[in-house]
């Protein structure tokens, strides 16, 4: 029905910048909210950023300054640009989105997460 798909990781020296993208296909009607999570070893899920259908963004503390979340409604795409990265930023990156989709005459609401990609940052 719906996938998502992340795109970008990789390994990075400390200062350096990447760009992950989210890509989210299927039977969607409309998307609601996209945002991206992490999850560093042995540590918990954590919120990165996330923007919603209006376009307004919002960002953890850790990462704020550093990284913009930005869509592209036609593509059903979002990305995360992140800047200034520090070894404390490795992680698995995963894209969220809460989304509308069909199926058959109906509509439904639903959340779906990515299968994440990897940045590490080597100092």
């Known amino acids: 029905q719906v996938q998502l798909v992340e795109s970008g990781g990789g390994l990075v020296q400390a200062g350096g910048s990447l760009r992950l993208s989210c890509a989210a296909s299927g039977s969607i009607f409309s998307i609601n909210a996209m945002a991206w999570y992490r999850q560093a070893p042995g540590k918990q899920r954590e919120f990165v950023a996330g923007?919603?259908?209006?376009?307004?963004?919002n960002y953890a503390d850790s990462v704020k300054g550093r990284s913009t979340i930005s869509r592209d409604n036609a593509k059903n795409t979002a990305y995360l640009q992140m800047n200034s990265l520090k070894p404390e930023d490795t992680a698995v990156y995963y894209c969220?989105?809460?989304?509308?989709?069909?199926?058959?005459?109906?509509?439904?609401?639903?959340?779906?997460w990515g299968q994440g990609t990897q940045v590490t940052v080597s100092s």
């Open positions: 923007i919603i259908s209006g376009g307004k963004t």
């Open positions: 969220h989105a809460d989304l509308t989709y069909y199926s058959g005459s109906y509509r439904y609401t639903s959340d779906y």
